[in-house]
């Protein structure tokens, strides 16, 4: 299985040094680029937000929304894990993921974050 060769970053800027260096599940250096379809920037191997509407709120932007109809913070558990099984699904089918990291998160990175971390499952209870 291939991970990621950089340590996991646990800061906004630490992600920024490493981002060039980290790799898809094919061990290809990762691409991210402007999505049209997603109206964000987001790692061509990710999957679009489209493709994994929240079970919650329903919305297929960027963010989240919370019951006032205001963006949330954070996507809603249950949209990270819908979106953690459509990468696992594809992984596990031998389309290139974001590889995983090798050690296990030591730090909730906070909010300003990617929205699409890669290990998103792991942004804390009140993702």
Known sequence: MIVQTVPRPTTWAEYEAVKSQLVDTLG???VSEYCARCRC???TVEPHLSEVPCPDCGSTATRCLRGSGFEAAEWHQARVE???????ERDAAGVAQVAKWAEPA???????TL???????ERGPDA
Not at 82 to 88: E, K, M, Y
Not at 106 to 112: P, S
């Open 106 to 112: 030591a730090l909730v990175v906070e909010r300003d």
């Open 41 to 43: 920037e987001h790692f």
């Open 28 to 30: 290809q250096p990762l």
């Open 82 to 88: 819908a979106f953690d099984q459509l990468r696992d």
């Open 115 to 121: 929205d699409l971390w890669p290990e998103s499952s």
